[in-house]
């Protein structure tokens, strides 16, 4: 039986192993380098006189208006001039200055993160006058063939958002589906979207997400968020599929800071689906920001709380009489905390240093078929901080280093710590978490980088390294308390088919200290050829050790290398760009599945699966004593790992196009991923193939395994390999559109996405090509909007005004449709009449709105606010019924909320 799920001594010997390719490494990057998502921009461009002509020798100065951050530059003998590492906070006066010319500048330029503004100028030969240059963020970039998506400030902060997590915002991208909270990017699983802050690393390698509840931070501390969707730059690693990256915010010269309470409450709420009464529930959330100088020009903060408490009810829909139709409690506490300091030494030379926090506790009974008492303990701390160096040396030569340091703390427990009782399609009640919990407790991350950027003619050039070390600390014991598996209603089926049960013989077997060693080298040529032609060259190198894990005997993959192309050409200017390319992308190792080559290893924790017919099958609702008296253990499962297990990898390409038209750019593009050597668990020693749909038991199953599962031997021996495969094709199209009073996102995905289930254990690991169908994120069309309108007219009654929201509208989802029982003898409990994902969902529609007036008291603004989720009230189901066997076969059990109302009063100064 596979338990398989998902969370989400060794140092010197690791060390050891892995030092030669950090030297090389460091020689790569040393002494400079750039790390991924600088919280910085740049601005270029040209400097002509009346007639055309390019003017060289122009000094150009640009200037912080809220900063005082001041950079200077000389244009070379073609005109061209180019300032980098420019804070994005605030906005930036740009101005250029040569004897015998008029002075011209451009006022109010907004820098935007790991971007590139074009100025350009046209001066006049007179002194007597100064000329007014404007100057707009490009929508389009045409310099770069990756496909990608910016939520600026403006929208981060106007959406409706009722987790207000800035990781939702990717679902705006084009190609991601699924839980807001991690979303699955290109048809791939949730843990091939990498997530950074700042640059640094925001990723768990044991919980194989973001290494917090939700986003973590505040969302009045986020600035901008950024969606690598497809053939990123060499830069960016350890996702084979997409990068999420947020900045935060800093303070200016100036005091400013803002208070914020959200509340909601049942009254407002509509009826949740599967419930005949509103139960009682609400939330309030509440915090603070201020930043200011702490010296002026030269060394500023910004602070920020956010605190959260919510009490809701989720609905029980398990037929069992005693519990259908019962609310169980969803409470939710957070705390988030976050300081930030920005120091200028001098003006090419910036410092940052930044604590993150956040304390999150859950109690988490979930409803559906899980009966009151159901469900799980979460306490989860986390500490983050982070210090980078940014040291311009010249016009063309930048260097920054980046350092941080994390710690994740992950508990969970069982509410009801007694056996587990599942009875398929009816209900499910008990723990399956073991007397040891489940987590990590904790898990260190220690990271460095260092990178160059520089500019030579027409190439921009970067060229950088860096390590991480993960050190964590796991539990696991499935099923430690028991479990009993019935095919459905207890008045149908009164006896179990399966009894499962994990044993520790001592404590320390349940417990894993993995350690985890990796190194990184890139360099990224973003070339222009011709004025139109562009191409972004790169070069990737990833190596990674996983180590201090018993049974876990793998030689280092030390072939990832990742060649990245790329190709934008504007065939009329700068208002049409044609875009394609192609690259490899490795993912990084994670430690959940690796632990479990220890945890549940030939000298780890014993997990025992019983068929009725067994002499040890103990009586419902009894379980095994600690250790079994027999003096021969029955046959066991265990887990194992392939000697040539590697990191998993993929190979993206797109071609498409993009259009300028004024106020909107719109763009088309095709995607292709192609995974492999994702990673997989197989049973190699699966008993025969059963025809279907012939029933057979254990032990005639056991009867034609490769090994006989005799007592004192293995049944299920569970191999983590590299046997999946996922195949992504989709048509991308999307639109921006950005004016004073409208900012708009639009995105529309066509899509196919198929895998063989690769992270679980196959129902018959003799036919693997009975796997491949429609990939659980498989979502065939889905179009997403984020907009924020403000009202036009200076009449007292109309101003202030501003509409915000969000839309969704995905067609259905797949789900496997299974018997409930054990009818292959390979105690898995998957046994399926078809193939795999069969079924389909409902579609998923969604509207949420705000609505927003700000009021002006002096120098203080106070926006009030309504946001309503879900406006329709459009019943949107989540999970449903795969089992044949029950009464609610192809039913849903779970729900989205129906609609919510959220009031809010902000307060800035």
């Known amino acids: 039986m596979d338990t398989s799920g998902n969370p989400v001594l060794g140092e010197r010997r690791l060390m050891s192993r892995v030092r030669p390719v950090l030297a090389i490494l460091a020689c790569l990057a040393t002494p400079y380098a750039v790390a991924a998502q600088p919280a910085t921009g740049a601005v270029t461009g040209t400097v002509s006189g009346n007639e055309g002509k390019r003017l060289p020798g122009v000094v150009v100065t640009v200037q912080n208006q809220v900063t005082g951050i001041r950079r200077t530059a000389t244009t070379d003998a073609d005109g061209r001039y180019e300032i980098a590492n420019l804070p994005a906070e605030g906005e930036y006066q740009v101005s250029v200055a040569l004897a015998g010319f008029a002075t011209a500048a451009s006022e109010n330029v907004k820098v935007v993160p790991n971007a590139i503004l074009v100025v350009n100028f046209r001066l006049r030969l007179t002194v007597t006058e100064s000329i007014a240059v404007s100057a707009q963020t490009p929508l389009l970039e045409s310099g770069q063939s990756a496909v990608q998506q910016t939520v600026n400030e403006q929208l981060v902060h106007s959406l409706p958002l009722v987790g207000r997590n800035f990781i939702s915002l990717a679902t705006l991208a084009p190609g991601f589906t699924g839980n807001p909270s991690f979303p699955s990017p290109l048809g791939q699983i949730y843990w091939t979207n990498n997530i950074i802050v700042d640059g640094a690393s925001h990723f768990s390698k044991w919980r194989s997400a973001a290494r917090t509840f939700y986003s973590g931070y505040g969302l009045e501390a986020i600035k901008e968020v950024q969606v690598l969707s497809n053939r990123f730059s060499a830069e960016y690693g350890e996702s084979l599929a997409t990068v999420t990256s947020a900045v935060t915010k800093a303070g200016t010269n100036e005091f400013h800071g803002s208070g914020l309470l959200f509340l909601q409450d049942d009254a407002l709420n509509s009826t949740p689906l599967f419930a005949l009464v509103n139960p009682p529930a609400g939330s309030e959330r509440f915090g603070f920001t201020l930043g200011g100088p702490i010296t002026k020009d030269r060394t500023h903060f910004l602070e920020s709380y956010e605190g959260r408490r919510s009490r809701n009810q989720n609905v029980v829909v398990s037929p069992s009489p005693e519990a259908a139709g019962a609310f169980v409690h969803d409470d939710e506490d957070e705390h988030l905390v976050f300081f930030r300091v920005d120091h200028r030494r001098t003006e090419r030379h910036l410092m940052m240093g930044r604590y993150n926090g956040q304390f999150f506790r859950w109690h988490d009974e979930p409803g559906g078929l899980s009966l009151p008492g159901t469900g799980t303990e979460y306490r989860n701390d986390v500490h983050t901080i982070l210090a980078t160096d940014r040291w311009q040396f010249s016009e063309r030569l930048l260097n920054e280093v980046r350092v941080q340091f994390a710690r994740y703390i992950d508990v969970r427990t069982d509410l009801q710590p007694t056996v587990f009782v599942s009875r398929a399609g009816y209900s499910q009640e008990g723990g399956t978490l073991g007397a040891f919990g489940f987590g990590a407790d904790p898990e260190d991350t220690w990271e460095a980088a260092d990178t160059v950027s520089t500019w030579s003619g027409p190439h921009t050039i970067k060229l950088g390294g860096g390590t991480k070390y993960v050190r964590a600390h796991n539990a696991l014991l499935n099923y430690g308390r028991g479990a009993y598996f019935f095919a459905g209603a207890p008045e149908l089926y009164a006896r179990p088919f399966l009894f499962i049960q994990g044993i520790a013989p001592d404590a320390n077997s349940a417990h894993a200290n993995p350690r985890s060693l990796s190194a990184f080298g890139f360099i990224q040529d973003d070339w222009r050829v011709r004025p139109r032609l562009t191409l972004n060259l790169g070069l990737r190198y990833d190596i990674e050790k996983v ?134 668990l197989i049973d190699t020693n699966a008993p025969a193939s059963n025809p279907k749909p012939v029933q057979r038991s254990v032990a005639q199953a056991d009867a034609t395994r490769p090994l006989p599962a005799v007592p004192g031997s293995y049944r299920n021996i569970v191999t983590l390999g590299n046997l999946g495969r996922s195949w992504y094709h989709a048509l991308q199209v999307k639109a921006n559109r950005s004016t004073r009073r409208l900012q708009m996102l639009a995105s529309y995905t066509l899509s196919r996405a198929e895998d063989m289930d690769n992270y679980r254990l196959p129902e018959d690991s ?68 078809d193939g795999r994902n069969s079924g389909k969902t409902d579609a998923y529609q969604n509207v949420d709105l705000a609505l927003s007036r700000r009021f002006s008291l002096g120098l203080t603004t106070v926006e009030a606010r309504v946001e309503m989720f879900n406006v329709f009230n459009t019943p949107n189901y989540d999970e449903y019924v795969g089992a044949l066997l029950s009464p609610l076969f192809a039913k849903p059990i779970s729900a989205f909320p129906n609609r919510r109302v959220q009031l809010a009063a902000i307060v800035r100064f």
């Open 547 to 680: 180590d201090n894990v018993r049974n876990y005997s793998t030689s280092v993959d030390a072939n990832n290398l990742q060649p990245r192309a790329g190709v934008a050409w504007e065939p009329w200017g700068r208002r049409l760009v044609i875009r394609g390319g192609a690259g490899l992308y490795t993912q990084q190792q994670l430690l959940f599945f690796i632990n479990r080559v220890q945890l549940e290893g030939p000298d780890g924790t014993l997990t025992i699966a019983l068929s009725p017919d067994s002499p040890l099958f103990p009586k419902f609702p009894n379980v095994l004593p600690a250790f079994p008296t027999a003096s021969v253990l029955p046959p066991r499962d265990i887990q194992r790992v392939d000697s040539s297990f590697r990191n998993p990898y993929s190979l993206q390409s797109t071609a498409g196009i993009e259009w300028d038209l004024g106020a909107v750019t719109a763009s088309a593009d095709y995607v292709h991923l192609n995974g492999r050597d994702l990673m997989s």
């Open 766 to 833: 003799r036919n693997l090509e009975a796997e491949k169908a429609l990939a659980d994120t498989n979502v065939m069309q889905n179009l997403m909007i984020g907009f924020t309108w403000q009202t036009p007219g200076a009449r007292r009654l109309l101003s202030g005004w501003s509409l915000s929201g969000i839309g969704a509208f995905r067609s259905h989802r797949p789900y496997t449709i299974t018997w409930g029982d054990d009818r292959n003898g390979t105690t898995q409990n998957d046994a399926r009449p």
